[in-house]
């Protein structure tokens, strides 16, 4: 087993797992110093190109965006999503996380869905792949407006089945999103691995969020987004600085002259 997941399965129960996402390399070389795991999310898409959805998303882009990400990316665990329309038989599914495996270095893949794609992911975990599954709101397939999930009995019961299916045939981890607080309690407390919660409640073992959400880049409406901090104020005083120097000809001075 990979090294870097063992100290993640450690962690249940224990302390908390953090992940974040990262589509280039500064930002990942920041991120991957706090956290265990750097997620290259195909919300690439919403975030850098403005698509309504993530089935936007080509191999292409996602695989372009992880190989910058990987060369800021020295100690987490780096895990790249497999895009909508990737994974739709065995062998489509493993010949495209081969391709993403082999050309970003990644450590692992995350697909979205539970029994319906599970013939998938076994076949991905026979052929050495490590698998992150993906529960609840799953962005490359909801259809209308994005809805919590787990609410009813039904909903709660086929997630929790789904998760025991992904955990029984090998995925290490499994992210839950927009599962209402007492599915995904449950869910956890059902689970020998750990599952990453976004817009899932405190009970998760770990939390991921969009990078650019917390820091304020983003102007999402999100009910579980917090912005922890707003970094265009300090882009705008950067900016702003330049800009003046140059209208009064003090920058470039001598010192940054030839
Ligand atoms: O695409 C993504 O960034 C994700 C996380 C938000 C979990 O899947």
Redesign the pocket.
Known sequence: MNTKINKILKKKNKSKILCL?AYSKNFAEEIDKYVDIT?V???LGSVLYNYKS?KKVTLTNIIDHSKSVRLGVKKSLMVV?MPYNTYNSNKTALKNAKKIIKETKCDAVKLEGGKKIISQIRYLIKNKILVMG?LGLLPQTAKGKFKSKGRSDKEKKQLISDALLLQNNGVFAI?I?CVRTSTAKEITHSLKIPTIG?GSSVFCDGQ?L?TDDLLGLNNSNIRFVKRFINIKKYIKLGLRKFMSEVKLKKYPSKKYSY
Request: glycine share 8%; proline share 0%; net charge negative.
């Open positions: 996402t997620l999310g195909d919300s993530t999503d993906h992210v999103e976004i991921v969009v």
